[in-house]
């Protein structure tokens, strides 16, 4: 560090720059303080972010968080005026600390408490604006009653406060870390009461969430006779994924009558339920389950083709999501049309394979595996799943789109490319393929394709190129960035009677 002396005869220190004004601009006092100004160059060229059109501008809040949505507020009288568009708030969701003041408890210190006032201001003024209402997994389980409890109040009294919420999704937060064990929770008590009556009010709801309930007894099967009631012609998605712990069959999903999509988990599954379904409109049935779904039923095949010969364009389809480890519970002759693996852990063996071939192979349209593994794959040609893949295409014909994201040869991709009569869709991992030719020669083979096959397996290029020229379209394998980003439409239909 620099010393620094006086000079003689003076009491004051010298002044220190520590920059040259040449080279960083100016310094210009004001009172006692010296800042630096900015020096402009007169041939910059500034942007015109400020004169973006309305429509633009009302995309771009929506994608914000409400503090994103603040700071770039502040940007611009145009911004500023953006803010204020009907369409930017018509997602709404709350968090822990969203619309809270701090408080000092005794017990627990400084806490976030939900400030009333505020919330009552923000539904006066942009309450009219919700369409959609989220309520994801919360820790502090009094600010979220005190929500409902303020959100009830404001739509009985003040006329036009969430009068036009037509989307709810409500999550649970039922797994709590303590002393590195996971306990599971399920809600109940106040809060499932004033929920109930959240759930009432809103006559122009189309389609409802509720995820990881955990409800036990007679609390789960009354949950949505207030919903019944008030949107039993106008709901048209329900999602009730674990809302019962044990296995119990909610007859609800039959009493709306426009209802086109269900998922649901298969503890709340029964064959009335199916009955129900088999005089309704519902079109996709997905039955999902993760890593809180316990005591799962599979149902009878005499109540499956009861209800396909009912409803003969009811589509299917088994969904496991999560860090769900358990195989998916399989429905007995069921019209699925779709197996989607949305688990890092879910695995493919041959006994899998064959099961749904023999249960499935007349309707199967839709085979994934999604998400990155996190378990360990063989590369012995023998261990891995290149003959089951194989007799999956060639078994069912209907086979539009297939994921693979396990380990496989380039010949194998070949194979199958060549062997599936409708496959129009087909994702795999560079990561995962092989390069190696590795099929032993099959007497129904001739060796002019034989040769075809292990003279295009010695390369990625050559694969591509001929995969390409069955598709008919350019294909191309995906990196692990490109793989997570698939998105499979499961509800459309690319058959006529399908």
Same mark, same amino acid.
């Given at each position: ?27 210009v006092s004001h009172g006692k303080q010296l800042y630096k100004k900015e020096v402009v160059d007169p041939n910059h060229v500034y942007s ?156 122009? *709801?189309? +389609? $409802?969430? !509720? ?9 789960? =099967? @009354?949950?949505?006779?207030? &919903? ?6 106008? *709901?048209? +998605? $329900?999602? !009730? ?9 909610? =007859? @609800?999903?039959?009493?709306? &009558? ?241």
């Amino acid at each position: 560090m620099a010393t620094i002396k006086k000079l003689q005869g003076c009491d004051v220190l010298p002044k220190i720059q520590l920059w040259k004004p040449n080279e960083m601009g100016e310094l210009v006092s004001h009172g006692k303080q010296l800042y630096k100004k900015e020096v402009v160059d007169p041939n910059h060229v500034y942007s015109e972010w400020n004169l973006l059109p309305d429509l633009l501008l009302e995309r771009v809040f929506q994608h914000l968080t409400l503090d994103e949505r603040y700071n770039a507020s502040m940007i611009c009288r145009n911004w500023s005026r953006a803010f204020h568009f009907p369409r930017v708030w018509y997602t709404f969701e709350l968090h822990d600390t969203l619309l809270t003041k701090r408080k000092f408890n005794y017990c627990a210190g400084w806490q976030k408490l939900l400030d009333h006032i505020r919330v009552t201001i923000f539904l006066t003024k942009k309450g009219m604006h919700i369409r959609t209402l989220i309520f994801p997994p919360m820790n502090n389980l009094f600010n979220l009653y005190e929500f409902l409890n303020v959100s009830l109040y404001m739509h009985n009294n003040c006329p036009g406060t969430l009068d036009r919420v037509h989307t709810l999704r409500f999550s649970f937060a039922c797994q709590h870390t303590e002393q590195a064990d996971d306990v599971v929770f399920g809600t109940g008590g106040q809060i499932l009461s004033m929920f109930k009556k959240v759930m009432g009010v809103f006559s122009e *709801l189309k +389609t $409802l969430e !509720l995820r990881d309930l955990l409800l036990e007894g007679c609390e789960g =099967l @009354h949950l949505l006779d207030e &919903v019944c009631v008030t949107c039993c012609e106008t *709901l048209r +998605t $329900l999602t !009730l994924v674990n809302v019962m712990k044990l296995p119990h069959t909610l =007859l @609800h999903p039959g009493a709306f &009558v426009n209802l086109e999509t269900l998922v649901i988990s298969p503890q709340s599954i029964g064959d009335d339920l199916l009955e129900l379904l088999g005089y309704s409109k519902v079109r996709n049935m997905y039955i999902v389950q993760n890593k809180y779904t316990e005591n799962g039923q599979s149902l009878s095949y005499k109540a499956w083709k009861q209800c396909r010969a009912a409803n003969p364009r009811l589509r299917v389809h088994l969904c496991s999501e999560g860090s769900c480890k358990n195989e998916i519970i399989w429905q007995q002759q069921a019209p699925v049309r779709s197996i989607v693996y949305n688990s890092p852990y879910a695995k493919i063996d041959t006994p899998v394979m064959l099961t749904i071939i023999e249960l499935y192979k007349r309707n199967l349209e839709v085979f994934a595996h999604k998400q990155l593994p996190r378990f360990y794959m063989p590369r012995s040609f023998h261990d891995r799943i290149d003959s089951s893949l194989l007799l999956l295409v060639r078994q069912c014909p209907y086979i539009h789109t297939l994921v693979v994201r396990e380990k496989v040869s380039t010949a194998t991709v070949l194979l199958v490319a060549h062997t599936a009569k409708n496959l129009m869709y087909f994702y795999l991992r560079r990561n995962a393929i092989i390069l190696k030719a590795d099929w032993p020669f099959n007497p129904d083979w001739t060796p002019e394709f034989y040769e075809w096959l292990c003279k295009n397996a010695r390369s990625y290029e050559a694969m591509e190129r001929e995969v390409s020229q069955i598709l008919g379209y350019k294909w191309q394998s995906l990196t692990d960035k490109q793989f997570k980003m698939i998105n499979i439409d499961l509800g459309k239909s690319y058959y006529m009677f399908s």
